[in-house]
Nanobody, 125 residues
Framework: QVQLVESGGGSLRSGGSLRLSCAGSGVIYSIYCMAWFRQAPGKEREGVAG???????MYADSVKGRFTISEDHAKNTLYLQMNSLKPEDTAMYYC???????????????????WGQGTQVTVSS
């Protein structure tokens, strides 16, 4: 059974940094596409960043240059380092896993098979 557990969310002022973590069980990160999504109130869930089994990364335009996705295969943990945070980054952040070692060309919610419960990030101006 696949389980993904996010942590690291919080409340902070604009310009600050946070690192989110996603600990996985029942899933081997080295052979999955892993990703971070976020969902703000009243909005669709959107892909933020993804990383495939060989470490190729992809980012939404809105976070390029500010967010970095990484993973530690030994710890089966996915990370999202978020710098220069803005109020528009406020959302529930979800970790997701996709069967198969490649990521889709677009980080679509429908392309991912497993989800965590989410961790809240709130950025104030």
């Amino acid at each position: 059974q696949v389980q993904l557990v996010e942590s690291g969310g919080g409340s902070l002022r604009s310009g600050g940094s946070l690192r989110l973590s996603c600990a996985g069980s029942g899933v081997i990160y080295s052979i999955y596409c892993m990703a971070w999504f976020r969902q703000a109130p009243g909005k669709e869930r959107e892909g933020v960043a993804g990383i495939d089994s060989v470490g190729r990364k992809m980012y939404a335009d809105s976070v390029k240059g500010r967010f970095t996705i990484s993973e530690d295969h030994a710890k089966n943990t996915l990370y999202l380092q978020m710098n220069s945070l803005k109020p528009e980054d406020t959302a529930m952040y979800y970790c997701a896993a996709r069967n198969g070692d490649s990521c889709p060309q677009t980080l679509s919610r429908m392309a991912f098979d497993y989800w965590g419960q989410g961790t809240q990030v709130t950025v104030s101006s």
